[in-house]
């Protein structure tokens, strides 16, 4: 008789052990699923982990890359000749370049002169200072003797207003509409006066240490002074932020181991602080950020809002080192072949003069605008897209195609 294995006892058993082992196969199954699960999001943490830890060695070069892409395409200057230009100079006059309103001003050993985009003088103004420093204001010019007596500021429509101070004046700046005057009395060392657009004095305050640069803040309610002291042959500066609505210092900084040249605002309320051998980016309360230490000489630099930009001549082939400061604590470089002569800034781009050459430059070091029709020339300024280029006896202008 053959066997019923339907209902043998045997084969239940052996039922049951298949289903036990199909439910121990989907657990370990399971398990198997949740374990990949979780480590493929702890990979993807540690991914992102990674990525933001290294972030300071890829984003920058990426970016970098991205803007090169953009910025290769180089825009070519032409000197203009006709309508105007270039304007004829007298040769015995020593003259400076500088501009009120976006208009060329022109300023000699005896004039003021106003000239339109045509090269038409509009006006033509004497003023009586024997060797006038020029410092640009928004709408105007603060113009002064160093060491004399009066200081005067010219605005579109001619002179604005004219002052005399009681001692001589050691220094002077201009911001948007304010100017500051140092001198020295019997009494202090320096002895700063803030004049207001009217001429109006609104602000005083003295030290027993010399002034040696004054920056004012973007609204003018307020300014950085550099102070400098002598001790054993070794030169130190400080920082001091005033108010012009309190009689209290809002910081003094620490010492620092330099000269400084110049102090300038940034747009976000640091600043840029020049000395002699080194270069700082210094917190609003007057902390250190960063500093970089000069690799030789600085021969040139300009500093505005956004931009710190520095020259260094490199002895081997007579050419130059421009280093570019801007948001990033690490600078952009660009080394020409050619002796840099002058450098500007204007709205964080940088432009450069050589003897036979102007370019201007990137944030990023690439050159955006070059004109190889530059002679001996001593200096230049932008005004939109032109620039006007001081000869020894011509003012040149030169236009830049978009």
């Known amino acids: ?3 019923n294995y339907y209902d043998d006892e ?8 298949v289903f036990h082992d199909l439910r121990v196969e989907r657990r370990l199954a399971k398990k198997k699923r949740l374990k990949k699960r979780i480590f493929g999001v702890i990979f993807v943490v540690l991914f992102c982990v990674a990525l933001y830890s290294t972030s300071s060695f890829w984003i920058d070069p990426l970016t970098e890359f991205f803007q090169k892409s953009k910025e290769s395409i180089i825009s070519d200057g032409a000197l203009e000749q006709g309508k105007g230009y270039p304007i004829s100079l007298s040769q015995s006059d020593d003259n400076y370049i500088s501009r009120i309103d976006n208009k060329l001003v022109v300023i000699s050993d005896t004039h003021i002169s106003y000239y339109d985009d045509n090269g038409k003088r509009t006006l033509n103004l004497q003023h009586f200072f024997a060797n006038p420093t020029i410092k640009e204001m928004k709408s105007s010019l603060l113009v002064y003797d160093i060491n004399g007596y009066n200081f005067s500021v010219f605005n579109a429509k001619g002179v604005s207003y004219t002052k005399k101070s009681d001692e001589t004046i ?3 700046e201009g911001g948007k509409e304010h100017v500051a005057v140092v001198t020295k009395t019997d009494k202090y060392n320096s002895y700063l006066t803030i004049y207001n657009k009217l001429g109006e004095i609104i602000f005083k305050w003295s030290s027993g240490q010399r002034i040696v640069n004054i920056a004012f803040n973007s ?3 307020g300014c950085i002074v550099s102070t400098i002291t002598s001790s054993g042959g070794v030169i130190t500066s ?8 309190t009689t209290e210092e809002i910081f003094e900084s620490e010492s620092l181991g330099c000269l400084i040249c110049q102090v300038k605002i940034c747009d976000n309320g640091d600043m840029w602080v020049l000395g002699d051998n080194i270069l700082y980016r210094i917190k609003s309360d007057g902390t250190v950020i960063y500093s970089y230490s000069y690799p030789k000489d600085l021969a040139n630099f300009y500093l505005d809002e956004k ?3 520095l020259v260094f001549n490199n002895i081997a082939d007579k050419g130059s080192t421009i280093v570019m400061f801007g948001d990033s604590e690490k600078p952009s470089e660009y080394i020409t072949k050619k002796r840099v002569n002058q450098i500007k800034v204007t709205d964080g781009e940088t432009s450069y003069l050589c003897d036979d050459e102007f370019a201007t430059l990137s944030k990023s070091a690439n050159i955006i605008a070059l004109s190889n029709e530059i002679k001996a020339y001593t200096d230049f300024i932008n005004i939109g897209n032109k620039v006007y280029f001081l000869g020894y006896n011509e003012i040149a202008k030169m236009s830049f195609k978009n």
């Not at 045997?10 to 052990?17: A, L, S, V």
């Not at 001091?240 to 609505?245: E, I, M, P, S, W």
């Open 307 to 309: 931009t710190a930009a």
């Open 1 to 3: 008789m053959s066997k």
């Open 170 to 172: 050691l220094i002077a």
């Open 238 to 245: 400080k920082l001091v932020g005033l108010q012009f609505d």
């Open 219 to 221: 609204d003018d309610t």
């Open 10 to 17: 045997e084969y239940g058993e052996n039922q049951e052990n």
